[in-house]
């Protein structure tokens, strides 16, 4: 399975699970094959099933909401809000002190709890973390048509969300249009 955008924020990258053409995470295939290209940014997942998936698209739902809130300057609805908090508090995170020759001292984060629990925290993290970010109002829904997938743009110009699928869809679009005959 392939996912047409990764690499934005974590919070950006699970909301756009969710595409035009269906949701990629909704069974637990889906959910373990995004999982994998999200390696290094989650703590692994052995297994994915059913709580894993009713977890993330529960988290999915609540970010959608808040985010769409925030991106219109108003209160996110309570419900995502007590959502996500839910989420974050059944999975609270420490730091754990190691060390190694090699490194010396390292802080690891940890959170003890199940794997739905624990992924679902990280993922609330990652809303929070977005939600706060002073960026947040800079989010941007791809221009292109039919295409429902966010992204975080680095440059004020950016109008889609990968330039080489989109971009070049809408500009071969604007190129035949130009030169159609009538």
Same mark, same amino acid.
């Given at each position: 399975?392939?996912?047409?955008?990764?690499?934005?924020? $974590?919070?950006?990258?699970?909301?756009?699970?969710? +595409? !035009?053409?269906?949701?990629?995470? @909704? /069974? #637990? %295939?889906?959910?373990? *094959?995004?999982?994998?290209?999200?390696?290094?940014?989650?703590?692994?997942?052995?297994?994915?099933?059913?709580?894993?998936?009713?977890?993330?698209?529960?988290?999915?739902?609540?970010?959608?909401?808040?985010?769409?809130?925030?991106?219109?300057?108003?209160?996110?609805?309570?419900?995502?809000?007590?959502?996500?908090?839910?989420?974050?508090?059944?999975?609270?995170?420490?730091?754990? $002190?190691?060390?190694?020759?090699?490194?010396?001292? +390292? !802080?690891?984060?940890?959170?003890? @709890? /199940? #794997? %739905?629990?624990?992924? *679902?925290?990280?993922?609330?993290?990652?809303?929070?973390?977005?939600?706060?970010?002073?960026?947040?109002?800079?989010?941007?829904?791809?221009?292109?048509?039919?295409?429902?997938?966010?992204?975080?743009?680095?440059?004020?110009?950016?109008?889609?969300?990968?330039?080489?699928?989109?971009?070049?869809?809408?500009?071969?679009?604007?190129?035949?249009?130009?030169?159609?005959?009538?």
């Amino acid at each position: 399975m392939t996912f047409p955008l990764t690499g934005e924020p $974590l919070a950006l990258d699970l909301l756009n699970t969710r +595409t !035009a053409e269906g949701d990629l995470v @909704a /069974g #637990p %295939a889906g959910l373990g *094959a995004w999982l994998a290209e999200q390696a290094g940014r989650l703590t692994p997942v052995r297994e994915t099933g059913a709580a894993e998936v009713a977890a993330v698209l529960a988290v999915r739902e609540a970010a959608r909401a808040a985010l769409d809130a925030a991106l219109r300057g108003g209160r996110p609805p309570a419900d995502a809000l007590r959502t996500l908090n839910g989420a974050l508090s059944a999975a609270p995170s420490h730091q754990e $002190l190691t060390w190694t020759e090699e490194v010396g001292i +390292t !802080a690891t984060p940890q959170r003890p @709890a /199940g #794997p %739905a629990r624990r992924l *679902a925290a990280e993922l609330a993290e990652a809303v929070a973390e977005l939600l706060t970010d002073p960026r947040v109002t800079s989010v941007r829904a791809c221009e292109a048509e039919g295409c429902v997938l966010l992204f975080l743009p680095a440059h004020p110009r950016r109008r889609w969300c990968v330039a080489s699928a989109c971009g070049n869809r809408a500009r071969v679009a604007r190129y035949y249009a130009r030169h159609k005959r009538p």
